[in-house]
């Protein structure tokens, strides 16, 4: 280990390491390498929340001008919404027909075609 020189994936300078598994040049560098990779995650999970939530309110939108009944809506009405596919919270199948349901919190949908079939989940309270 003596004369070894090792490159910091941080600050990008070479150092001594004082043990076999060093990795950063310092604990300064190795807690900023945390914090910055740590933030990274937690701004790409934010923008899977922030598109979760917009399609909750696209979804509540058009469920509120149906007082909340169960209603079928055109793909392009929901875009307009500032709906984007593929962002649920949960998924399953509707049991008389086996097709897939897609759930963002209390709202669920089944697309057919270019259509939305779309309903509020009543909570049970047990």
Request: charged fraction near 30%.
């Amino acid at each position: 280990m003596k004369n070894e020189e090792r490159l910091c994936p941080y600050c990008q300078e070479t150092f001594q390491p004082s043990r076999k598994n060093q990795i950063y040049c310092s604990y300064e560098c190795q807690y900023s390498h945390y914090n910055e990779r740590k933030a990274l995650r937690r701004e790409e999970a934010q923008k899977t929340i922030n598109k979760i939530l917009k399609n909750w309110e696209a979804l509540y939108s058009v469920m509120s001008k149906n007082q909340l009944n169960d209603c079928t809506v055109d793909e392009a009405v929901l875009l307009k919404k500032g709906f984007t596919p593929g962002y649920i919270t949960h998924m399953g199948a509707d049991p008389a027909d086996q097709s897939k349901i897609y759930c963002i919190c209390e709202f669920c949908y089944k697309i057919n075609g270019r259509k939305y079939n779309i309903s509020k989940v009543e909570k049970d309270e047990s």
